[in-house]
């Protein structure tokens, strides 16, 4: 089976850009998890959704990120306009409540690498 | 106060010796869940074990074993016949709350193991 999918794995912008990031999590699982890492605050959820339903965006840092799961395949991280504090890599995994041992065990996708100039 | 904490920022094992990696935990819940990933240098984030808080047993994947001493909060991961392979970035995590009712995780801020020959 294929795992969580993103892309791109790298992304290099300027300052006021449009970014996009994209996720295709495993097939079958409900939950899509966005998280953040860096040197200074480690790795922070963002956001996660629940069979493509926003459960808690408090990890969101302002709004100009914002995400979005339009089906069950498919999700976007958005930020605009980009700042170099958003320099990253930003990760998304999936989970299924119903993983018998493994339960609600989070699979990562390989993240995104962005650069903000 | 941290949830999870990791107090080794760095680790070094010799090729073929046996390392214990530390996490400690914070939480009032009563059903919780404690992971352990690895992030190579390559950044991918690679899911290792798993520990159920009302498992009885201490958890074992191949040459990963989770030492899970509830009175105390410690979930520490033991690797056996260290590998060089094995040199990585190691997370501890914990889900609070039962299975099913939305598993946010809460990362540690990891440990650095370095595997010499």
Same mark, same amino acid.
């Given at each position: 089976?294929?795992?969580?999918?993103?892309?791109?794995?790298?992304?290099?912008?300027?300052?006021?850009?449009?970014?996009?990031?994209?996720?295709?999590?495993?097939?079958?699982?409900?939950?899509? @998890?966005?998280?953040?890492?860096?040197?200074?605050?480690?790795?922070?959820?963002?956001?996660?959704?629940?069979?493509?339903?926003?459960?808690?965006?408090?990890?969101?840092?302002?709004?100009? @990120?914002?995400?979005?799961?339009?089906?069950?395949? @498919?999700?976007?991280?958005?930020?605009?306009?980009?700042?170099?504090?958003?320099?990253?890599?930003? @990760?998304?995994?999936?989970?299924?409540?119903?993983?018998?041992?493994?339960?609600?065990?989070?699979?990562?996708?390989?993240?995104?690498?962005?650069?903000?100039? | 106060? !941290?949830?999870?904490?990791?107090?080794?920022?760095?680790?070094?094992? !010799?090729?073929?010796?046996?390392?214990?990696?530390?996490?400690?935990?914070?939480?009032?819940?009563?059903?919780?869940?404690?992971?352990?990933?690895?992030?190579?240098?390559?950044?991918?984030?690679?899911?290792?074990?798993? !520990?159920?808080?009302?498992?009885?047993?201490?958890?074992?994947?191949?040459?990963?074993?989770?030492?899970? !001493?509830?009175?105390?909060?410690?979930?520490?991961?033991?690797?056996?016949?260290?590998?060089?392979?094995?040199?990585?970035?190691?997370?501890?995590?914990?889900?609070?709350?039962?299975?099913?009712?939305?598993?946010?995780?809460?990362?540690?801020?990891?440990?650095?193991?370095?595997?010499?020959?």
């Amino acid at each position: 089976d294929a795992g969580v999918i993103q892309s791109p794995r790298h992304e290099v912008t300027e300052m006021g850009q449009e970014v996009t990031l994209r996720c295709k999590p495993i097939s079958g699982h409900d939950y899509l @998890f966005w998280y953040r890492q860096t040197m200074m605050r480690g790795l922070e959820l963002l956001i996660y959704f629940n069979n493509n339903v926003p459960i808690d965006d408090s990890g969101m840092p302002e709004d100009r @990120f914002s995400a979005k799961m339009p089906n069950a395949s @498919f999700s976007t991280l958005k930020i605009q306009p980009s700042e170099p504090r958003d320099s990253a890599v930003y @990760f998304c995994a999936s989970s299924s409540p119903s993983q018998g041992q493994y339960q609600e065990t989070q699979y990562f996708g390989p993240g995104t690498r962005l650069l903000v100039l | 106060a !941290q949830k999870i904490t990791q107090t080794q920022p760095g680790m070094f094992v !010799q090729e073929k010796e046996a390392v214990t990696l530390d996490c400690t935990y914070d939480t009032s819940d009563q059903s919780y869940g404690l992971f352990w990933y690895k992030q190579p240098s390559s950044g991918e984030m690679i899911f290792l074990i798993y !520990q159920g808080s009302y498992d009885e047993q201490n958890a074992t994947e191949g040459r990963y074993s989770l030492n899970f !001493q509830k009175a105390r909060k410690s979930a520490n991961l033991v690797i056996s016949a260290s590998q060089l392979g094995d040199s990585a970035m190691y997370f501890c995590a914990m889900r609070e709350g039962p299975t099913g009712g939305g598993n946010k995780l809460t990362f540690g801020t990891g440990t650095q193991l370095k595997v010499e020959l």
